[in-house]
């Protein structure tokens, strides 16, 4: 694996939660498939694709709710 990155799933906001949510996914791909000349090669493709895309806010989505689950959904 990698270097550490995360360390907390805790944020101050909501935005910032969507965009841990965000870095969550697009990490998740770039595990999945650490080759970036492949990657770089497939996004035409799924760039294009309304399925895949649908998929990919799918995924954000779900990470979202576990950061917002984590931070008590930012109630104080």
Known sequence: MA?????SLITDTPQQGYE?????????VKY????????????PEYANDH????AAS?????NFQTVAAANNYWRK
């Open 51 to 54: 399925a895949a895309l649908t």
């Open 20 to 28: 841990l949510a965000i870095t969550l996914s697009r990490r998740g």
């Open 32 to 43: 999945t498939q650490p080759d970036t000349e492949v990657l770089h090669k497939l996004r």
């Open 58 to 62: 799918q995924v954000i989505a779900i």
């Open 3 to 7: 270097d550490t990155w995360l360390m």
